[in-house]
Nanobody
Framework: QVQLGESGGGSVQAGGSLRLACTGS????????IGWFRQAPGKEREGVAS???????YYSNSVKGRFTISRDNAKNILYLQMDSLKPEDTAMYYC??????????????????WGQGTQVTVSS
């Protein structure tokens, strides 16, 4: 089973950028989906973006146009480029992988392997 570890979180001002990275023990096109999720204090974990083994990308409406997800199967790294950050983007960000091809790709309950998370804080 693939193991995941996030890095790249930090504190930025609104309008700034961060790039998160998720290093995996093995990313291959055989892993159907790898995605980014976030959880703010007192809120449920929500899907941010996901990318399929075929390279198709999916985004939540709240980040579409501002965040970009990409995966490098050769280097076993998943990225999340976050631009035009807003205070409401403040959360713990997690990467996760799932073995299913079917179902909502941004549904966190369908992902079975998780990293430990990295904190992103955006100040106004």
């Amino acid at each position: 089973q693939v193991q995941l570890g996030e890095s790249g979180g930090g504190s930025v001002q609104a309008g700034g950028s961060l790039r998160l990275a998720c290093t995996g023990s093995a990313y291959t096109a055989d892993i159907p989906y790898i995605g980014w999720f976030r959880q703010a204090p007192g809120k449920e974990r929500e899907g941010v973006a996901s990318v399929s083994g075929m390279g198709s990308t999916y985004y939540s409406n709240s980040v579409k146009g501002r965040f970009t997800i990409s995966r490098d199967n050769a280097k076993n790294i998943l990225y999340l480029q976050m631009d035009s950050l807003k205070p409401e983007d403040t959360a713990m960000y997690y990467c996760a992988a799932r073995q299913r091809w079917t179902g909502s790709v941004l549904d966190p309950t369908s992902y079975t392997t998780w990293g430990q998370g990295t904190q992103v804080t955006v100040s106004s």
